[in-house]
């Protein structure tokens, strides 16, 4: 997937223009309120920053990891809000938690690399010392989507990240297409085996989604779409 809305056939390549920009400025909108509502203070320099970030999200090497991505996140997040002790910082941590991102990266790099931008970034923007801190936090969690007990916050970011898992059938398989895209440069064996290991340790969590409503929804749609992207892999 690109980081743009989609034309429907026949669309014009003005309406085509005016839809990423709608979806740009709805975007950043959306940047502007959580920054002020989590304690920003630079008004000017906010609005850098989520610029910035957004550009990171549209970078064209992304198929999935991209500003639909971030959009869904969001809006599960916005969904789910009451849930949360600090709804704007895990919106925050939505805006970082993949702002940097390289296929080519191993481990828990890009989320390491996406922190530290997170700390730089929102910090020259004005966030208070502790809000910079809990962002960290939260990104950092992406990495294995393993919260503890009574984290609401790192729960709902988590389970948001993952919602992707839990869709009707014919969309997680353009999910996984679209993974498969980003990972072009490797070899079909070794992306098999790579993605194969992703997967189990999906399946191995206890739980893939911890809010209670979402576990109740989702748990058994995302297992199910991991299991059977799985068999087709061996």
Same mark, same amino acid.
């Given at each position: 997937?690109?980081?743009?809305?989609?034309?429907?056939?026949?669309?014009?390549?003005?309406?085509?223009?005016?839809?990423? +920009?709608?979806?740009?400025?709805?975007?950043?909108?959306?940047?502007?309120?959580?920054?002020?509502?989590?304690?920003?203070?630079?008004?000017?320099?906010?609005?850098?920053?989520?610029?910035?970030?957004?550009?990171?999200?549209?970078?064209?090497?992304?198929?999935?990891?991209?500003?639909?991505?971030?959009?869904?996140?969001?809006?599960?997040?916005?969904?789910?809000?009451?849930?949360?002790?600090?709804?704007?910082?895990?919106?925050?941590?939505?805006?970082?938690?993949?702002?940097?991102? @390289?296929?080519?990266?191993?481990?828990?790099?890009?989320?390491? @690399?996406?922190?530290?931008?997170?700390?730089?970034?929102?910090?020259?923007?004005?966030?208070?010392?502790?809000?910079?801190?809990?962002?960290? &936090? +939260?990104?950092?969690?992406?990495?294995?989507?393993?919260?503890?007990?009574?984290?609401?916050?790192?729960? +709902?970011?988590?389970?948001?990240?993952?919602?992707?898992?839990?869709?009707?059938?014919?969309?997680?398989?353009?999910?996984?297409?679209?993974?498969?895209?980003?990972?072009?440069?490797?070899?079909?064996?070794?992306? &098999?085996?790579?993605?194969?290991?992703?997967?189990?340790?999906?399946?191995?969590?206890?739980?893939?989604?911890?809010?209670?409503?979402?576990?109740?929804?989702?748990?058994?749609?995302?297992?199910?779409? +991991?299991?059977?992207?799985?068999?087709?892999?061996?």
């Amino acid at each position: 997937m690109a980081g743009t809305t989609r034309a429907a056939p026949g669309e014009s390549s003005a309406l085509r223009r005016y839809g990423r +920009l709608g979806r740009v400025v709805d975007l950043l909108d959306r940047w502007r309120a959580a920054a002020r509502g989590a304690g920003m203070t630079d008004a000017v320099e906010l609005t850098r920053v989520g610029e910035d970030l957004l550009t990171r999200w549209r970078e064209p090497h992304r198929h999935y990891h991209d500003a639909d991505h971030l959009a869904a996140v969001l809006d599960v997040v916005d969904a789910h809000a009451p849930a949360a002790g600090q709804p704007d910082l895990v919106r925050l941590a939505a805006w970082c938690h993949d702002a940097v991102y @390289d296929p080519r990266a191993g481990g828990d790099a890009n989320e390491r @690399d996406s922190a530290a931008l997170a700390g730089t970034l929102l910090t020259r923007a004005g966030l208070p010392a502790d809000a910079v801190a809990e962002v960290r &936090r +939260l990104v950092l969690l992406t990495a294995g989507h393993a919260v503890e007990p009574g984290d609401a916050d790192g729960a +709902l970011l988590c389970d948001a990240d993952l919602a992707v898992l839990a869709a009707p059938p014919e969309a997680y398989d353009r999910y996984a297409a679209a993974i498969r895209r980003e990972y072009a440069h490797v070899p079909e064996p070794a992306f &098999r085996a790579g993605r194969a290991r992703v997967l189990a340790g999906l399946l191995a969590l206890p739980a893939l989604f911890r809010l209670p409503p979402l576990t109740r929804h989702w748990e058994s749609q995302a297992r199910a779409n +991991l299991t059977r992207e799985l068999s087709t892999l061996h």
